[in-house]
Nanobody, 115 residues
Framework: QVQLVESGGGLVQPGGSLRLSCAAS????????MSWYRQAPGKERELVAT????????NYADSVKGRFTISRDNAKNTVHLQMNSLKPEDTAVYYC????????WGQGTQVTVSS
């Protein structure tokens, strides 16, 4: 089946940085538009960033534009999210998935931004 394994989350102070990674398998990764999503406790899952199949085009939510960078390595079936200048409101569980997403979601990786 489709597998999506997120990693790289952790606790970071406001203004800090984290780099998230997603290892994908079970589908044609190099032909798939990929996105990062996040979900804070008690809130709906939201789209954060999207990257085209070859990596030539990216799109970001206004709330993260200029701070986050999505990238991918099709040879390794991985997608990454570099997060800089982190804010407390970035605290959430972060997930990767196709865009539009599969019904299946990985375990996600927790990002906590706090002093």
């Amino acid at each position: 089946q489709v597998q999506l394994v997120e990693s790289g989350g952790g606790l970071v102070q406001p203004g800090g940085s984290l780099r998230l990674s997603c290892a994908a398998s079970g589908f044609s990764f190099s032909s798939s538009v990929m996105s990062w999503y996040r979900q804070a406790p008690g809130k709906e899952r939201e789209l954060v960033a999207t990257i085209s199949s070859a990596g030539g085009s990216t799109n970001y939510a206004d709330s993260v534009k200029g701070r986050f960078t999505i990238s991918r390595d099709n040879a390794k079936n991985t997608v990454h999210l570099q997060m800089n200048s982190l804010k407390p409101e970035d605290t959430a569980v972060y997930y990767c998935n196709r865009s539009p997403p599969w019904g299946h979601w990985g375990q996600g990786t927790q990002v906590t931004v706090s002093s």
